[in-house]
């Protein structure tokens, strides 16, 4: 007897296809990594900070927004004319300071009428003018091992490492590379320079 009308109580088994589960897990495998970069960015460029005050001026306007690099000097150390953000003498209650570095490890710095002079020769630059305060470094100072000498490109308007208050930058507080500025002041949306 054959059944060609009524109900029918058995369930047929679906059987799940290949390419479906490997559509997801390529899916679910998309969504992980996409989620690991953006930690790996937002963890290593995602600071951001405002550049308070004149003393960046004109690399950098007061209120300007910039980047945070805190990978780059994971693989190396600061060097003379990098653009760095730190804290200064580690304190977690101030706000980040961004400033350029002129002198490394082991150099001496000292200001004399007026002219930067970094292991005894004067530095030929255009972005500092004639320096109306030497502060502490009026004497010949020597960087240890991990301090870095910063100062503002504004120098007449900074206070920076010259400040008896701030001194030669601890490598342990620097932050970061400043890397990318916004637009604001007079000045373009790019690298920093």
């Known amino acids: 007897m054959r059944r060609t009308k009524g109900l029918s109580f058995y369930r047929r088994r679906k059987k799940i296809s290949t390419t479906i ?3 997801i897990l390529s899916y ?3 969504i992980l990594i996409a989620a690991f970069l953006a930690f ?5 460029v995602g600071i951001r900070t405002s550049v308070i005050g004149v003393s960046m001026e004109p690399a950098l306007y007061n209120g300007q927004e910039i980047l945070i690099n805190r990978f780059a000097y994971k693989l190396a150390n600061p060097r003379a004319g990098d653009v760095v ?4 003498n580690g304190n977690q209650n ?9 002198a490394g ?6 200001i004399r009428e007026g002219i930067l002079y970094v292991n005894g020769k004067a530095v030929e630059d255009d972005t500092y003018d004639l320096i ?3 502060g502490i470094a009026e004497h010949e100072i020597k960087l240890g091992n991990d301090e870095y000498f910063v100062m503002g490109d504004n120098c007449n308007s ?3 490492s010259r400040s008896g208050n701030i001194g030669p930058v601890s490598r342990d507080d620097i932050v970061g590379k400043a890397w990318f500025k916004t637009a604001g002041g007079g000045s373009n949306m790019g690298l920093v320079k």
Do not use: C, M, N
């Not at 953000?85 to 200064?88: A, R, T």
């Not at 101030?94 to 002129?102: G, I, L």
């Open 21 to 23: 589960v490997h559509e």
């Open 28 to 30: 679910v495998a998309g």
């Open 40 to 44: 790996v960015i937002v963890y290593f």
């Open 85 to 88: 953000v730190f804290l200064p």
């Open 94 to 102: 101030t706000h980040y300071y961004v400033k350029r570095v002129v």
């Open 105 to 110: 490890p082991g150099e001496t710095v000292q």
């Open 132 to 134: 109306a305060d030497a």
């Open 158 to 160: 900074s206070e920076d």
